[in-house]
């Protein structure tokens, strides 16, 4: 048998290092932690693309501990934009570390792993540093993808893209599906929103191109049988334009989760201007809804019936002369969708038609 042995000065050199730990840490000094990191697998394209205009972002968080979450910040002018909405600014990280999140598009894109007491920035020209609340920061350039290809319809004899990003409303973010737009053997249009696979989805669809001063003619099938809360929105918007302070001309048909009074109005943007607003009440079946788009007057018309010109019976009429958007980039929108759902109880599928779009220069 043969002992192996160790001599003194051998124990007393591998001993010093764990008598260092020892009396480093009797002293009170902390054994520094790993530092949290963000890695962005999934980029978006560098690409300025309106308020409409969304594409994934993803992700994975190594080091993360519970509660922690990731804000996402896009940047495109002179400013950084929380994402998706400045009302939903926090995305939840996954056991597994990973996230993922709709965002507008940008030229760069930041993501930071951030405690639950930080209030993220709604705009900032300066991304938060690591620090205090803020955990991790990570930024990339937009990728040279191309964006996403839009699905179009042809209805009345123009293309429309259908919508499929999210959009907030009052804080409310509303989800849309695509195939919940489509054009019928007869040309009409229908949009449908309902419940799949246990979300509430809508529809919505706008023109590819800007059509500027003129007349806009829209026949819709009867929208006396909608519940109170849903809405057909009829209007015209530059997507560029920050969604709180957008300007264009509308005509809306809701009771607004009212069961008893108006079921349609007209709108010059903003609408919380009480003098941008006209209520007034449609009856059962077809109805004309016409625009007449000038410099410095929008005049709006309901007729009833499909009126192929503007000598049907008219039900309401207002001019307006103040506040009337200068023609830009805006776009034609044509949007289903049910007002404050989380509230309002709606729980079965909803349809209109859309039977003729019409615009004269």
């Known amino acids: 048998m043969v002992r192996t042995t160790t001599s003194p000065l051998f124990t007393a050199v591998r001993l010093l290092p764990l008598f260092a730990a020892t009396w480093l840490t009797g002293c009170?000094?902390?054994?520094?932690?790993?530092?949290?990191?963000?890695?962005?697998?999934?980029?978006?394209?560098?690409?300025s693309g309106g308020a409409e205009a969304f594409e994934p972002i993803s992700g994975k968080v190594i080091g993360s501990e519970?509660?922690?979450?990731?804000?996402?910040?896009?940047?495109?002018?002179?400013?950084?934009?929380?994402?998706p909405f400045r009302?939903?600014?926090?995305?939840?990280?996954?056991?597994?570390?990973?996230?993922?999140?709709?965002?507008?598009?940008?030229?760069?894109?930041?993501?930071?792993?951030?405690?639950?007491?930080?209030?993220?920035?709604?705009?900032t020209a300066a991304l938060p540093v690591?620090?205090?609340n803020v955990l991790a920061v990570t930024t990339l350039r937009g990728s040279k993808a191309d964006p996403t290809a839009p699905r179009l319809l042809r209805f009345s004899g123009y293309d429309w893209k259908v919508r499929t990003a999210p959009v907030d409303r009052a804080g409310e973010p509303?989800?849309?599906?695509?195939?919940?737009?489509?054009?019928?053997?007869?040309?009409?249009?229908?949009?449908?929103?309902?419940?799949?696979?246990?979300?509430?989805?809508?529809?919505?669809?706008?023109?590819?191109?800007?059509?500027g001063y003129g007349t806009y003619r829209f026949v819709v099938q009867d929208s006396t049988k909608f519940p109170p809360s849903a809405v057909l929105a009829m209007f015209t918007r530059d997507d560029r334009e920050e969604q709180e302070a957008h300007t264009g001309l509308d005509v809306e048909l809701s009771q607004w989760g009212k069961r008893k009074g108006h079921n349609a109005d007209y709108v010059v943007q903003p609408y919380y201007m009480p003098e941008n607003t006209t209520h007034f009440t449609v009856p059962p079946g077809p109805v004309t809804y016409v625009i007449n788009w000038a410099p410095g007057t929008a005049t709006f018309r309901t007729l009833v019936g499909p009126s192929a010109n503007s000598h049907g019976r008219q039900i309401e009429e207002h001019v307006y002369k103040s506040g009337i958007p200068i023609p830009a980039a805006e776009k034609v929108h044509l949007d289903l969708y049910d007002f404050f759902h989380s509230a309002s109880g709606l729980q079965h599928p909803v349809e209109v038609v859309i039977e003729r779009f019409e615009y004269l220069p």
């Open 87 to 123: 009302s939903r600014p926090f995305t939840a990280i996954a056991a597994d570390g990973s996230w993922k999140s709709p965002t507008h598009l940008g030229n760069d894109y930041a993501a930071l792993l951030v405690m639950p007491e930080f209030q993220p920035p709604v705009k």
């Open 174 to 211: 509303t989800e849309y599906e695509p195939a919940n737009a489509w054009v019928d053997g007869s040309g009409y249009l229908h949009l449908l929103m309902g419940q799949a696979d246990g979300h509430w989805r809508c529809a919505g669809v706008s023109l590819t191109r800007s059509l």
């Open 130 to 132: 690591i620090g205090g």
């Open 28 to 47: 009170g000094a902390a054994r520094p932690a790993e530092h949290p990191s963000i890695v962005l697998e999934q980029i978006p394209p560098a690409r």
């Open 66 to 83: 519970a509660g922690q979450q990731i804000v996402i910040y896009t940047h495109f002018g002179a400013w950084w934009w929380v994402q």
